[in-house]
Structures are given as C-alpha cells and as structure tokens.
C-alpha cells in the first residue's frame, strides 16, 4: 500500500501567487517525520521544510510553509509569493520509526509569468 | 559541507552483466539509502542502511543486493543487470536523529543493453 501519496501529478501557479502542492501518509508509528524537497531540472534533490508528528505547530521557512493536519494525516507545502525559479518537482517523503525514509511520486509545478 | 558522492553520473552496461554502483559520504551519517527514480513513480526505496553490516530491504528489492562494510560507503550492486533496471539511481544518508534532513548524491543514469 502507498504510504506517501502526492495526489497532483502536475500543478501550474501564476508568478507572486500561493500554492499548496497535496501530501497525505500512512503509518501507525506514532513517531515520524515528514519532509519536502524540491527537484529542479538539473537533478540535484533540495531539502524544503520538515515536521515532526509531535511538532505542536507548522513548520514554516521562509515562502515555505507546511500545512500539517494529524487526524487528516495530511502535510501539504504551501509555497507562498511563487517565483518562476520555484518550477520544479516537488516530492514529499516520510521517516518511520525505523528510519526508513519514503519518498511520494511527486508533482511537478510550473510558475508561468 | 555535506558531501554524498557516486562514483558514476552515466553507466551503461549490457544485460547479464554484474554492476557496481558506489555511494561515499563524508559527515559520519549512520542511515545510507540507495533510491530509483522513474518517471511518474517517485522515487523508490531500494535497500537501506542504518550502520555498517546493517541493511533492510525497501520496497523494490528484488534483483539488487547492497554492501556496507564501512560505514562511509554504501554500494548498490546488480547481480545480472536487465534492461528494466535502466533508471536513474539516488544514494542519500543522513544522521538517525529525528528530524534530519537526507542530504542526496548528484544520481547515477545507468542504461542497461
């Protein structure tokens, strides 16, 4: 079964605005992490924002923001102010108990002038 | 600066053949990963490390076994390479602390003939 699943294949956001790009886990640890990296063109993985699940509020940095809902087991990132340099892919990724780290299938977002 | 580095950016190899795929990091990390990337598919867990001798099976194990006997390097080996293990290959590490980042290599693209 899917334990990270990134619902938008792709997503196009004008210039300057807001997006949220749709995360959703699975697991039963109580303990874990979710993570956000950014995959330009070139290839190289960008680490984002990352959130505890005992973190008491989201995790924001800089235009990025993450929209954790726990019951929803939900951890959208909100990229605020969009810059033509935010187009890129976008992959959501979960650490369990174990360590293991999964990654999402991504979204691809396009920033149009 | 953290560095993860493979030792190849394109591999091509013919099928049946025994491939080597080599990852070293220098920050001392205990977690090793070895990802395939595919479009549409994310990126995929293969194997994973979590110290040295130390390995668990992702979620797309067949065909491919690993090796850490140090704890700086991890390598992904292909015990008779097929063509549908043509793919664009991630390493990551990252300390077992809770809310570290995996810090990634630059990939290796490996076309298999």
């Known amino acids: 079964a899917q334990k990270i699943t990134q619902t938008q294949p792709g997503m196009f956001v004008q210039e300057k605005e807001a997006v949220t790009l749709d995360c959703t886990y699975d697991?039963?640890?109580?303990?874990?992490?979710l993570f956000w990296y950014k995959q330009p063109s070139s290839g190289e993985m960008i680490f984002l924002i990352y959130q505890g699940s005992y973190d008491q509020q989201n995790a924001t940095e800089g235009r990025y923001s993450l929209n954790f809902q726990k019951a929803r087991k939900s951890a959208n990132l909100v990229i605020s102010a969009s810059q033509l340099g935010d187009s890129a892919m976008y992959f959501c990724a979960m650490r369990e108990d174990t360590d293991k780290l999964i990654f999402g299938t991504g979204t691809r977002l396009q920033v149009f002038p | 600066d953290v560095k993860v580095t493979q030792s190849s950016r394109y591999l091509v190899k013919r099928t049946g053949e025994k491939v080597f795929l080599e990852c070293v990091q220098d920050m001392d990390h205990e977690n090793m990963f070895w990802y395939r990337q595919d479009p549409g598919l994310g990126l995929r867990l293969i194997y994973f490390?979590?110290?040295?001798?130390?390995?668990e099976k992702g979620d797309i194990p067949e065909g491919y076994s690993v090796s850490r006997e140090k704890k700086e390097r991890f390598s992904l080996i292909l015990e008779s390479a097929s063509t549908n293990q043509t793919s664009m290959y991630l390493c990551?590490?990252?300390?077992?602390?809770?809310?570290?980042?995996?810090?990634f290599g630059q990939g290796t693209r490996l076309t298999v003939v």
């Open positions: 490390s979590y110290d040295v001798k130390m390995k």
């Open positions: 990551a590490s990252r300390w077992d602390r809770m809310n570290t980042e995996a810090f």
């Open positions: 697991t039963s640890d109580p303990s874990y992490g």
